[in-house]
């Protein structure tokens, strides 16, 4: 059975930092992309970040690229999105994802705000 459990994420003011994790489990962890994605209110699910089982590729979105950064521990079976320079517009709910024998798997979703 496949899991992605997430951790992290909460309450930041623009400008400030924060990393998120998710940890895989049920897979061979090492062989797989993993993505982080995130849906605002009232917006569609985008995705944002992702990067290949062995961390040569690493993709993102405009919206995020120089801010964020994805990696990945395929000892621990770990992917984290460290968010730096975050601003108000990023606040969202986050989820990580990857797709097994063609089924998406997500995390439960973490929610980031960033406010003053």
């Known amino acids: 059975q496949v899991r992605l459990v997430q951790s992290g994420g909460g309450l930041v003011q623009p400008g400030g930092s924060l990393r998120l994790s998710c940890a895989a489990s049920g897979i061979n962890f090492r062989l797989y992309v993993m993505d982080w994605y995130r849906q605002a209110p009232e917006k569609q699910r985008e995705l944002i970040a992702s990067?290949?089982?062995?961390?040569?590729?690493?993709n993102y979105s405009d919206s995020v690229k120089g801010r964020f950064t994805i990696s990945r521990n395929n000892i621990r079976n770990l992917v984290f999105l460290q968010m730096d320079s975050l601003k108000p517009e990023d606040t969202a709910v986050y989820y990580c994802h990857t797709r097994f024998r063609a089924r998406p798997y997500w995390g439960q979703g973490t929610q980031v705000t960033v406010s003053q």
């Open positions: 990067i290949s089982g062995d961390s040569a590729v690493r």
